[in-house]
């Protein structure tokens, strides 16, 4: 059966293109969180599957968190001097995902007569507060950097390698 979907649908494509950037790039920062947290619990592989069976399961704020406590525990041994900026890197990735939660957890509509698209979304607690905000196409690109960052600056957290954003290869 071919189901051929319309372009621009249900939001303008370039909308879905980054969209689209920030969930492949989210899902590399959840990879590069997972191998963190295997090489911070002194495992050799890329990703021995001891970890993996510990962070199979786990949702991101608990890998989060558990990334958070080996940082914080082998920087106090003192052996592991690099990881003096953990709490800036991890506190930029708890940033990014709230950002990308906005887009992905809640519901994006388009306006064919403004031209708007709008996230729509509830909070309820203690009190109905329902929300529209506008959404550009800028802010969605910024998303994407900002994703494309936080994992740059957890690889150098953790291997001490420091690599230049994709915008600064492209020059």
Not at 37 to 48: H, N, P
Not at 84 to 99: D, P, R, T
Not at 108 to 130: M, N, Q, T, Y
């Amino acid at each position: 059966m071919d189901r051929q979907l319309p372009d621009d649908w249900p939001l303008p494509s370039q909308y879905l293109t980054e969209l689209g950037r920030i969930t492949t790039l989210f899902g590399s920062l959840e990879s590069a969180v997972n191998i963190s947290i295997s090489k911070l619990a002194g495992y050799q592989g890329v990703l021995d599957w001891r970890s993996a069976v510990v962070t199979a399961h786990a949702n991101f704020k608990q890998r989060i968190d558990i990334l958070e406590t080996l940082c914080h525990e082998l920087h106090d041994e003192g052996n592991y001097h690099h990881l003096k900026s953990y709490k800036k890197v991890l506190e930029n990735i708890k940033q990014v995902q709230l950002k990308r939660n906005r887009y992905m957890h809640n519901a994006l509509s388009f306006d064919s007569e403004s031209g708007d698209v709008a996230s729509s979304s509830l909070s309820a607690r203690g009190k109905l507060l329902p929300r529209v905000d506008r959404v550009t196409i800028e802010e969605l690109r910024e998303l994407s950097a900002q994703v494309h960052l936080a994992m740059l600056n957890l690889h150098e957290l953790i291997t001490q390698k420091k690599y230049p954003p994709v915008w600064e290869n492209n020059n």
